[in-house]
């Protein structure tokens, strides 16, 4: 065992005699500053650095690094990367989840597969399930993100905040274009790009109207040859 690995091993026997949970302890990696509570379990792959504080009964791992962060209790984080953020107690991180720094995630949030947060704040039980992109945001209290929804926060030049109330429902390929702010139990329709404030209980709706013209890809593959 050499010079690095004997600290390392002695973490690990520490975090194990305090009630933490390993499958393969040889698979983990844990700092010296860290702290993980009782009966949580560290799944192979799972890296833990700088003074990261972890509550106890989480499930974390596999293949999840966690920097500088604040972890609650009850909390599963699955094949994700999280930055200098606080997770709240019984949230849901993963898989493939980046969440950069300076984020707060409230308490019984989930947070899913692809998606990235950065320098945002999520109020309790807030669902981004897939495929989002939300930075420089402020968002209220169980609202619910459809998949392909992205903060336009940067222009080339400067940062601008998108902030969002409670109860907002946000459908699929929503684009804010900040700054916007959008009132308790919002209604933004799928494929709607934000550009103007939407009021509390309101119905949002940005998009081109659909035109159909019969026979015109048959006309548009003879002209061109093709059967």
């Given at each position: 065992?050499?010079?690095?690995?004997?600290?390392?091993?002695?973490?690990?026997?520490?975090?194990?005699?305090?009630?933490?949970?390993?499958?393969?302890?040889?698979?983990?990696?844990?700092?010296?500053?860290?702290?993980?509570?009782?009966?949580?379990?560290?799944?192979?792959?799972?890296?833990?650095?700088?003074?990261?504080?972890?509550?106890?009964?989480?499930?974390?791992?596999?293949?999840?690094?966690?920097?500088?962060?604040?972890?609650?209790?009850?909390?599963?984080?699955?094949?994700?990367?999280?930055?200098?953020?606080?997770?709240?107690?019984?949230?849901?991180?993963?898989?493939?989840?980046?969440?950069?720094?300076?984020?707060?995630?409230?308490?019984?949030?989930?947070?899913?597969?692809?998606?990235?947060?950065?320098?945002?704040?999520?109020?309790?039980?807030?669902?981004?399930?897939?495929?989002?992109?939300?930075?420089?945001?402020?968002?209220?209290?169980?609202?619910?993100?459809?998949?392909?929804?992205?903060?336009c926060n940067y222009d080339g030049f400067?940062?601008?905040?998108?902030?969002?109330?409670?109860?907002?429902?946000?459908?699929?390929?929503?684009?804010?274009?900040?700054?916007?702010?959008?009132?308790?139990?919002?209604?933004?329709?799928?494929?709607?790009?934000?550009?103007?404030?939407?009021?509390?209980?309101?119905?949002?709706?940005?998009?081109?109207?659909?035109?159909?013209?019969?026979?015109?890809?048959?006309?548009?593959?003879?002209?061109?040859?093709?059967?």
């Amino acid at each position: 065992m050499n010079d690095y690995s004997a600290p390392l091993q002695a973490k690990r026997e520490q975090l194990l005699e305090a009630g933490v949970l390993m499958m393969d302890p040889a698979a983990v990696y844990v700092e010296d500053e860290v702290t993980v509570g009782a009966g949580t379990l560290l799944l192979p792959g799972t890296i833990l650095r700088g003074r990261t504080v972890i509550g106890e009964n989480c499930l974390i791992g596999p293949q999840v690094m966690l920097t500088d962060c604040t972890v609650g209790d009850g909390c599963t984080v699955n094949a994700s990367q999280c930055e200098e953020s606080t997770i709240e107690k019984d949230c849901q991180i993963g898989p493939y989840t980046h969440i950069r720094p300076h984020c707060v995630v409230g308490e019984g949030s989930k947070i899913g597969a692809f998606v990235q947060l950065k320098n945002c704040n999520l109020g309790r039980g807030t669902k981004m399930a897939h495929l989002t992109y939300v930075g420089d945001s402020d968002v209220g209290e169980s609202c619910n993100f459809g998949c392909g929804t992205i903060t336009c926060n940067y222009d080339g030049f400067k940062k601008y905040r998108t902030t969002i109330g409670s109860n907002v429902f946000v459908g699929c390929n929503t684009n804010f274009v900040p700054p916007v702010t959008v009132g308790d139990g919002a209604f933004i329709a799928a494929a709607t790009t934000v550009t103007q404030d939407i009021p509390e209980d309101a119905l949002a709706i940005g998009r081109a109207r659909q035109e159909v013209r019969e026979g015109w890809a048959a006309e548009n593959r003879r002209l061109k040859g093709k059967k």
